[in-house]
């Protein structure tokens, strides 16, 4: 059975933190991994990684993928309370495998204190 | 990317009733899916809705409770059947693909009394 574990499942930091969180699969079919933030309902899209050791950067936001060790890390700096979220990591399998369908981790909740 | 339009936001139901949430895309696509998010879980698919075929199920969800319409590529309903206060969740339906990314519409809180 497909499998993405996130961590850690909860973080509280001040304002002007870095923090990392984790995300490790173990899934029959990879093509891609996904990050999301979800504030309230709907999960907003940050990075798509696919090939291993290339880091994407978004502003503050930096996320690389090791598909050696299968794992992935976002990084956020000079953290703000606008960051407080919910961040989902999610992995795709190749295009025509499992209907396309996103398997989810459960979510790191990161609390930013001013 | 896509724009989805998803509605209603949030609703209140009386328990034994059904509600139905619609999705609307800006582009045609060719599969839907429909998750749901219980309160502090990850997200889940409930099914993929193809065009001009059944929807397909995952394990745990049945086409009675959570009946789906897919009648043409820019549009696909949910509904959740007969509810009862654990169907009490965020619903949300996506696009995409994993070559592309996929997009997410704005999610229904549903409630369940």
């Known amino acids: 059975e497909d499998k993405v574990v996130q961590s850690p499942l909860s973080l509280v930091v001040h304002e002007g933190d870095t923090v990392t969180l984790n995300c490790s699969y173990e899934?029959?079919?990879?093509?891609?991994l996904l990050w999301y933030k979800q504030e309230k309902k709907a999960p907003t899209f940050l990075f798509m990684l696919?090939?291993?050791?290339i880091e994407k950067k978004s502003g503050r936001l930096s996320s690389i993928l090791d598909k050696k060790e299968l794992f992935s890390i976002l990084n956020i700096t000079a953290t703000q309370t606008g960051d407080s979220a919910v961040y989902l990591c999610?992995?795709?399998?190749?295009?025509?495998?499992?209907?396309?369908?996103?398997?989810f981790g459960g979510g790191t909740r990161l609390m930013v204190k001013p | 990317s896509a724009v989805i339009s998803q509605k209603p936001s949030r609703d209140i139901c009386q328990r034994g009733t059904s509600l139905t949430i619609q999705c609307q895309v800006d582009?045609?696509?060719?599969?839907m899916f429909w998750y749901r998010q219980q309160p502090g879980q990850s997200l889940t698919l409930i099914a993929t809705?193809?065009?001009?075929?059944?929807?397909?199920?995952e394990s745990g969800f049945v086409i009675d409770k959570f009946p789906i319409s897919r009648p043409n590529l820019t549009f696909s309903t949910l509904t959740v059947s007969n509810m009862s206060p654990e169907d009490s969740s965020i619903y949300l339906c996506?696009?995409?693909?994993?070559?592309?990314?996929?997009?997410f519409g704005s999610g229904t809180r549903l409630t369940v009394v």
């Open positions: 582009s045609q696509v060719t599969m």
């Open positions: 996506s696009v995409g693909e994993a070559a592309y990314g996929y997009t």
């Open positions: 809705a193809n065009q001009g075929s059944e929807a397909t199920y």
């Open positions: 696919t090939s291993s050791g």
């Open positions: 999610a992995v795709a399998p190749p295009y025509g495998n499992a209907g396309n369908m996103l398997t």
């Open positions: 899934v029959t079919n990879f093509r891609s």
